[in-house]
């Protein structure tokens, strides 16, 4: 995919997936304007969970690129939790970093997009389908980027703004199989491509939403999962 002239603000960069979606974008050729939440650099600072940072943030990426083609909302945080446990302050702190930083974005970012259309993706997962023990927050959370993002679809179409979501399963990283050798041994035995997603899966599937190819796509969710999904349950 050649995105060559196209601007991109990744939010949740200097994650593992984050930095994978943002690398795909600039291998691609785009003009790429990384967000993170504590990180340095070139990265732009900024806490998603405050509303009018997320405007700020959009405002910045216009400030530095010029303009934005296309938005990836990866920002989000995924603690393991048991409900019964569970506070209001634990269940906003999952909601606001993961939906309310992609709805505020979004929309500020839509308003810049007004004139010449663009692309905005949510990373959600395909828990947000599928539920997991101790992630209630974390499930809910995606669940509602995945309606969010087929809302945006219908209002923003006017626009020529598309509005998608991608939602990967077990993406592998340094010491998942340390940590947990027997969830990711079964994940491997149950997805017919035999192993763990990658950071730059994901980003291909970014990268192809955001691109021409996918012109006519809007308000749908992608899963990139390696088929487990297709798996019968029971």
């Known amino acids: 995919m050649d995105l060559t002239g196209t601007s991109v603000l990744v939010t949740g960069a200097s994650g593992g997936i984050g930095a ?48 934005l083609d296309a938005v990836v909302n990866c920002a989000g945080v995924q603690p ?33 997009m007004r004139e010449t259309g663009g692309s905005i993706t949510h990373i959600a997962s395909i828990q947000g389908t ?20 087929r809302s945006a679809a219908l209002e923003y179409g006017r626009f020529g703004i598309r509005v998608n979501t991608v939602s990967p399963g077990l993406v592998d990283r340094p010491g998942l199989a340390e940590a947990w050798p027997d969830g990711v041994e079964r994940w491997r035995a149950a997805a017919p491509l035999g192993r763990l997603g990658t950071p730059e899966d994901v980003g291909d599937a ?28 029971w």
């Open 80 to 112: 393991d939790q048991d409900l019964d446990g569970m506070t209001v302050a634990d269940w906003r702190a999952v909601v606001d970093t993961n939906v309310l930083s992609a709805f505020a974005v979004t929309q500020a970012a839509a308003r810049v």
């Open 20 to 67: 994978g979606i943002a690398r795909r974008f600039a291998e691609a050729g785009a003009a790429v304007v990384r967000h993170a939440f504590t990180a340095a650099g070139d990265f732009v600072r900024a806490d998603l969970t405050d509303e009018s940072a997320c405007h700020d943030l959009v405002a910045e990426a216009v400030r530095r690129v010029g303009g």
């Open 206 to 233: 970014c990268v192809f939403l955001a691109s021409r190819s996918a012109r006519w796509i809007t308000g749908h969710d992608l899963v990139v999962d390696g088929g487990v999904s297709a798996r019968p349950t």
């Open 130 to 149: 599928q539920a997991a023990e101790g992630h209630a927050h974390y499930c809910a959370s995606k669940a509602a980027l995945i309606m969010h993002a």
